[in-house]
Nanobody
Framework: QVQLVESGGGSVQAGGSLTLSCAAS?????????MSWFRQTPGKERLRIAG????????YHHASVRGRFAISLDNAKNTLYLQMNSLNAEDTAMYYC????????????????WGQGTQVTVSV
């Protein structure tokens, strides 16, 4: 079965950087698969902040992270990354990777597989 395992979260001071990883296994056909990063804070909906379509150069970054975060995929390692720079307190959240076997959408309900999440805490 498909498994997604996130890692790389932690505590960092404002202005710092972190790189999140999402190791994927069990995806037998990754062509044209949407892989996204979401984040969620208590009491709020899960927000899609970045995504890409495997096998293409198409990427998406939410306005709140554009220019600071970068999503990428290492096909050889079956690992999705989120490079996060210039972190601020508003980036504090639980971060999840998710896979959808179709084109990318924003609704979390439309994603087929989820990781367990990794916490990012930014202190000022």
């Amino acid at each position: 079965q498909v498994q997604l395992v996130e890692s790389g979260g932690g505590s960092v001071q404002a202005g710092g950087s972190l790189t999140l990883s999402c190791a994927a296994s069990g995806i037998t056909d990754s062509s044209r698969t949407c892989m996204s990063w979401f984040r969620q804070t208590p009491g709020k909906e899960r927000l899609r902040i970045a995504g890409l379509i495997s096998g293409t150069t198409v990427t998406y970054h939410h306005a709140s992270v554009r220019g600071r975060f970068a999503i990428s995929l290492d096909n050889a390692k079956n690992t999705l990354y989120l490079q996060m720079n210039s972190l601020n307190a508003e980036d504090t959240a639980m971060y999840y990777c998710a896979v959808r076997r179709a084109y990318c959408v924003d609704r979390m309900e439309d994603y087929d597989y989820w990781g367990q999440g990794t916490q990012v805490t930014v202190s000022v």
